[in-house]
C-alpha cells in the first residue's frame, strides 16, 4: 500500500505545475519512503520512478540524460 501511495504521490507532485507547491509534496514523499521503509523495503523502487518524473519535467530527453537518471535514481548507488 504505501509503495501504491508514494507513486500516487509522485504524480500528484508532477500536477502541480508552480514551484512553491512542489515542496510540500517531495517533502511528504520522502516522509512516506522513511514509513515504508520501516513496513517494507519495496517502496525504494519508486526512487528510480520519481528520478524519470523529474527528469523528464525538468529536462530536455535525450540518451545521455536517460542513462544519468537511471545511474543516479537506482538504488545501487546510494550508500545504505
Known amino acids: 500500500?504505501?509503495?501504491?501511495?508514494v507513486?500516487?504521490?509522485?504524480l500528484?507532485?508532477?500536477?502541480?505545475?508552480r514551484y512553491g507547491l512542489c515542496q510540500p509534496w517531495m517533502v511528504f514523499i520522502a516522509f512516506?519512503?522513511?514509513l515504508a521503509i520501516?513496513?517494507?523495503l519495496l517502496s525504494l523502487l519508486?526512487?528510480?520512478a520519481l528520478a524519470f518524473v523529474i527528469y523528464f519535467k525538468k529536462f530536455k530527453v535525450s540518451l545521455k540524460g536517460i542513462l544519468l537518471t537511471f545511474s543516479h535514481g537506482n538504488c545501487k548507488h546510494w550508500p545504505w
Open 1 to 5: 500500500m504505501f509503495t501504491s501511495l
Open 7 to 10: 507513486f500516487l504521490v509522485n
Open 12 to 17: 500528484k507532485w508532477e500536477g502541480t505545475g
Open 32 to 34: 512516506l519512503i522513511g
Open 38 to 40: 520501516g513496513v517494507h
Open 46 to 48: 519508486t526512487i528510480p
